[in-house]
Every structure is written in C-alpha cells, then in structure tokens.
C-alpha cells in the first residue's frame, strides 16, 4: 500500500452516514455477488457432471466469502441493501439462466467464470487500497480464491476454444455491455467509498482482455470484442 493510497484511506469517515448509505448499496452488491456466484456455479456442476466435484468446491467458496462480506457489513453497523443488488445483478442474471436452459454451457461460462469475476477481481482490487482494516482483510483473500475461480473458465473455454468461439462472442456481444450499465449505475456510491470509476473500467478490462487472450484470442480480436465494453445499452 503506497502512501497516497494510505493518505486516501485515512481521510475516510468509516462512520459518517453518507459512507454507511453508499456501503449499504456496494455492501450488498458483493454480497449479492457471491451469492450469484454460488448458485451459478452448482448450476454449472449440473451442467458440467465430469467437471462436479471442482465446481462445487467453487461454489462453497463463494459461499464463504458471502459470510466474509455479510461481516463487514456487520462491522461498520451497517444494513446491506439487498433489494438494490438483486436489480443491479439481474440483467446477468436473466441471461445466466437463460442459457442454462438452452445448454448453452459456453455462454454460462463466459459470464460467470469471465465477467462475474473479472468484475468481482477488478472491483476488490481498487476497494483494497481504500477499505476499513476489517474488511481489507477479508477482500484480500477474497480476491485470491477468485483469481482460481477466472481460471477454471478460461481453463475449459481454452481446451474447447474452436468449438466455442462463435458462442463466445455472440455471449459477449449481449453481456459486456451490460458491465457498462453496471458500473454506472453504481459511480456516486463508489466515489464515496473512493473507488474511482475509471479505475474500475481500466482494471476490468485488463483483467478481461488477459482472459480472453488466455483462450486463445488474437489481441485484435479482444480490441474487438473488449469495445462492446464501451457501448452503454
């Protein structure tokens, strides 16, 4: 942690009730998220029967960082909003299980194993630096599990890249913009946390560009895809 980073953090008033009504609204999205996470991935075990026992050891990890948020929550007296989270996740949502229903093994990967947690790496990783002492602890692990997490995805979608091409980008082309929406409609309340929303989007797409190119996209291929990206819908 760099001194600016330290400065930063120590001109935050973890109590003040503007920060606990923002940290109510980011509280529970990362709640919301790892709840998501959860379900997504046990549906995925279903979906992927040879890939089971992994896929499940993922999900219960989720299931402990929800824990780990729910604490944080907890620690700074705060009441998630979780009514807020549900609607900020549902687009991934809807679209996450409709293409459970279709089979569409591929699509589910990309936004779980891709966007969710590229979004989920990119967001703990600019919140670290700014976090009360508690809950920079639990992140900071956190963010370590979720880094295995991104590479199952990339993992499978690598060994299955000529087949899942076209599906991977047509699941890019309906779910990357939603990302857009997403962190818009959360930059007043990250400001107040002081999590930069530039540095939210440029961390995000390094982090999704990486993965990408871990499949075995060309880089003009990701410069192509990573621009959906920057289309609000």
């Known amino acids: 942690?760099?001194?600016?980073?330290?400065?930063?953090?120590?001109?935050?008033?973890?109590?003040?009730?503007?920060?606990?009504?923002?940290?109510?609204?980011?509280?529970a999205i990362v709640i919301e998220g790892e709840q998501e996470a959860h379900e997504n991935y046990i549906t995925l075990?279903?979906?992927?029967?040879?890939?089971?026992?992994?896929l499940i050891r993922l999900s219960q990890m989720e299931s402990r960082h929800k824990k780990g948020f729910e604490a944080c929550g907890r620690n700074?007296?705060?009441?998630?909003?979780?009514k807020f989270a549900k609607k900020f996740f549902a687009d991934l949502h809807h679209n996450f299980h409709t293409a459970s229903a279709e089979g569409k093994?591929?699509?589910?990967?990309?936004?779980?194993?891709?966007?969710?947690e590229c979004f989920a790496i990119a967001a703990y990783n600019i919140y670290i630096p700014v976090a009360d002492n508690f809950a920079r602890k639990i992140t900071e692990n956190v963010v370590k599990d979720e880094y295995t997490?991104?590479?199952?995805?990339?993992?499978?979608?690598?060994?299955?890249?000529?087949?899942?091409?076209?599906?991977l980008e047509e699941a890019?082309?309906?779910?990357?913009?939603?990302?857009w929406k997403m962190l818009s409609s959360v930059e007043e309340?990250?400001?107040?946390?002081?999590?930069?929303?530039?540095?939210?989007?440029?961390?995000?797409?390094?982090?999704?560009?990486?993965a990408l190119n871990n499949i075995g996209f060309s880089t003009r291929d990701i410069m192509r895809l990573s621009a959906y990206g920057l289309r609000k819908i």
């Not at 075990?45 to 992994?54: R, W, Y």
């Not at 946390?193 to 939210?200: I, P, Q, T």
């Not at 989007?201 to 999704?208: A, H, K, P, S």
Request: with cysteine.
């Open 172 to 179: 890019n082309r309906q779910n990357l913009p939603i990302v």
């Open 149 to 167: 997490h991104l590479n199952f995805g990339e993992v499978w979608l690598k060994e299955n890249f000529e087949d899942s091409k076209a599906e």
């Open 189 to 210: 309340d990250a400001a107040v946390l002081a999590m930069d929303k530039e540095a939210l989007v440029e961390d995000f797409m390094i982090q999704y560009g990486e």
């Open 105 to 116: 093994i591929v699509t589910c990967l990309l936004i779980q194993s891709l966007i969710i």
């Open 45 to 54: 075990a279903e979906m992927l029967p040879e890939e089971n026992e992994q």
């Open 76 to 82: 700074l007296q705060v009441a998630p909003d979780m």
């Open 1 to 27: 942690m760099t001194m600016q980073q330290l400065a930063t953090q120590s001109e935050i008033d973890f109590s003040s009730e503007i920060y606990k009504d923002a940290y109510s609204r980011i509280n």
